[in-house]
Nanobody
Framework: QVQLVESGGGLVQAGGSLRLSCAAS????????MGWFRQAPGKEREFVAA????????YYANSVKGRFTISRDSAKNTMYLQMNSLKPEDTAVYYC????????????????WGQGTQVTVSS
C-alpha cells in the first residue's frame, strides 16, 4: 500500500507561483510511477504531469507545458509540482497519483490517489 498526501495549495493571483508537494509513505516513491492530475468544478479529472518510473523522463499536458515542472526527491519520498505563470483556468483540486506501472498519464492507470489540494488562481 502507498499513502499519498498533497500540500502546498492555496490562493494566488494570476501570474503567480505555487509549489505543490506529495509525500509518499508505505513504500519508497522511486518504485512507483508518479504524477499529478487536476479536477475543476463540473469537469473531468485530467492529466497534468508525470514522471516515468523507468527513465525518470517527464511528461506534461499541453496546457501546462513550459509553465509547470514536475520533480521527485527519492530520498525524501516526495514529489513536487512547481507551477509558474498561473492562470485562472488552472484553478482546480490537484491530486497526486502513483502506479506500479511505468507511467501515469491516464487516470485509470493509477493505483493510488492522494486526497487533493485546492489551487485557486484569481484574475
Amino acid at each position: 500500500q502507498v499513502q499519498l498526501v498533497e500540500s502546498g495549495g492555496g490562493l494566488v493571483q494570476a501570474g503567480g507561483s505555487l509549489r505543490l508537494s506529495c509525500a509518499a509513505s508505505g513504500r519508497a516513491n522511486s518504485n512507483y510511477a508518479m504524477g499529478w492530475f487536476r479536477q475543476a468544478p463540473g469537469k473531468e479529472r485530467e492529466f497534468v504531469a508525470a514522471i516515468s518510473r523507468i527513465t525518470g523522463n517527464t511528461y506534461y499536458a499541453n496546457s501546462v507545458k513550459g509553465r509547470f515542472t514536475i520533480s521527485r526527491d527519492s530520498a525524501k519520498n516526495t514529489m513536487y509540482l512547481q507551477m509558474n505563470s498561473l492562470k485562472p483556468e488552472d484553478t482546480a483540486v490537484y491530486y497526486c497519483a502513483a502506479s506500479s506501472g511505468v507511467l501515469v498519464t491516464i487516470k485509470t492507470d493509477c493505483d493510488y490517489w492522494g486526497q487533493g489540494t485546492q489551487v485557486t488562481v484569481s484574475s
